[in-house]
């Protein structure tokens, strides 16, 4: 194929390639996540049956505009409980709807980031399940932002208040 004829393949395909991405969030550096989670608990224990505050900081490090949808956050999880022998034991790893919204009025909710502007969720997370808080003792949460970002770890405390 001569250059002449190269010449318009090239350009078309940067064109096509330019139009394709031209408006999609793309991250501050490539392979990275669109957002940075921070997460934190407002306490480092809480009784079996209650619940741990929880904040989680969500920043856009894309070069656009970040739609954040409620009912992405707070939705993924991973629990890990702390062994004897000092190592993680994962208990959990949960897909759930949290809140006390209805599904509807959450779906709705959406905050719009410019470019490093933060948004602050807040959640209360339930230590009333069996299935991930079986036993007192040290426990490790992460969350995620739709299955793309992962916060820090936090850990907090869960004792048998019933008892003590």
């Not at 809480?46 to 904040?55: M, N, R, T, W």
């Not at 933060?118 to 399940?129: E, R």
């Amino acid at each position: 194929m001569s250059a002449r004829c190269q010449l318009p393949l090239l350009l078309a395909s940067v064109l096509f390639v330019s139009i394709s991405t031209w408006g999609q969030q793309v991250p501050a550096y490539p392979g990275m996540p669109p957002v940075k989670l921070k997460l934190t608990a407002a306490s480092d224990k809480a009784c079996l049956d209650s619940f741990v505050p929880l904040e989680l900081k969500i920043t856009n490090i894309t070069k656009s505009d970040l739609e954040i949808r409620e009912l992405d956050v707070f939705r993924n999880y991973v629990i890990e409980f702390m062994t004897d022998a000092g190592s993680r034991e994962l208990v959990a790893n949960l897909l759930i709807w949290p809140g006390t919204k209805r599904e509807e009025e959450r779906l709705r909710e959406i905050h719009v980031l410019k470019t490093d502007e933060s948004y602050t969720a807040t959640f209360k997370l339930g230590v009333w399940d069996r299935r991930a808080f079986s036993r007192p003792g040290k426990y490790w949460l992460r969350t995620y932002y739709k299955e793309s970002a992962s916060s820090n770890a936090v850990s907090f405390e869960v004792v048998d208040c019933k008892s003590n």
